[in-house]
Structures are given as C-alpha cells and as structure tokens.
C-alpha cells in the first residue's frame, strides 16, 4: 500500500491576542496517493499587538496573508490578501515571530505555502456557534490520526482512477461522525469513506468551547503504473 500524499497549509484566527480557528470559506483539502509527506507544524506563535491608533479609531476586522513556511521553519515572502490596512503591520510582526516544523517530502525538507488568518477584535462574545465550516488550511495541521484509502482490486483491474470529493462533520471530540459522497466513482467513493470515517482531529474550541466542523475532503485515486 502506498503511503498519501496531504497538500494543505493552515489558517489561524487570533482574537484579541487569542488563537482560535479561523473561518474563511469553504475549500477542497486535496490528497494524493503515492509520496510521503510530513506536514509543516506550529512551535510557537507571537500574539500581534493591537496598534493603539486603529483602537482609537475603532479599526478592526481580520488580516489574511500569504506567505511560505521555509525549511528554518520561519514564515517568508508574505504578502497581503485581504484586511485593513492599519492592522497589517502589526500582523506581519507577529507572524515573522512564529517558528513552525518544516515539513518533509519524503524525507527532505521543502518549503509549502501557508495561509495566515488574524482577526483584531476590541472586543468578543463568550458563546461559541454549535458548528462551524472551516477550510483545508484550517483543518491540516489538527489531524492526528489517517488510515489511507484501500485502492479497491476491481479498480485497478478496470483502469479507475480519479478524485473522489467528499463531505466531512468532525465532531466536538474530534472524531469523524458522518461522511458522505458529492462526486467521484461509486466503487473508489466506498473506499474512500470507510478510510475517512476512521480519522481523527484534535477537537477544534472557539472561546475555549468544542464545536463540530464540516469539512469538504478530495481524494485522488492515481493510476497505477
């Protein structure tokens, strides 16, 4: 059996100097089979400080960055997607800070793009939503255990191969509670499934309370050669 191949990078959200997951909109977490990657993992994270002028002016809202994670674990080459421009500054700051694992592509060190999701709020309520949608970016650096698709006998004797898009809800303790298929071949989406139901992730809270999360997963079925 191969091993997977996991492309993804992560978005953060820090609320008033809090980390919490953040919210951008939904996107495909794309897996392929057959390299071994490690995933690039947070050490450590500086809170931003929220400049005194856009408090005084009440300026607030969420910066989102784009950047790279380089094989010194440090975050370079970030560049400004979206948010107000007062809060930017403070922001990149705060990220040139972070330290992360750099991550492994069979076993050497690669540098992967990473999204950057920080959220400046004076101020935020104590009653976190049931549920949640987050993105791939999101949802990455939180698995913690994977059971690789089986590539199903018939399958390979027939020449099927292709992406199996499938919908996720992650429990409050992490676990997989429902799958279901959007699109892909019936007999590689079976498979797919029944390996997807057995991951599992680290509990996403926001304001320290678990929440379940929906989540789209794509499965790539390659083509044996």
Known sequence: MKSLVIIGVVSL???SGTLAPANPPQQKRVIQVPMKVVYAKIVHTVDPVYPPEAKAKGIQGTVWLKGMIGIDGRAHDLKLVSG???LVGAAEDAVHKWTFTPATFDG???AVPWDFHLNFRM???TEAPKEIALSRESMTHRLVHQVAPDYPAE?????IHGDVVLRALVGKDG?????????GNPILAKAAIAAVRQWVYEPT???D?????????????AAQK
């Open 205 to 207: 809270l926001i304001h």
């Open 13 to 15: 959200l820090l609320a």
């Open 155 to 159: 399958a390979q004797r027939n020449g």
């Open 209 to 221: 309370q678990p929440v379940d999360v929906h989540l789209t997963v794509t499965v790539s079925f």
């Open 175 to 183: 676990h997989v509670r429902s799958v279901e298929k959007i699109s």
């Open 123 to 125: 101020a935020h309520t």
């Open 84 to 86: 107000p421009r007062a």
């Open 108 to 110: 050497k060190p690669r």
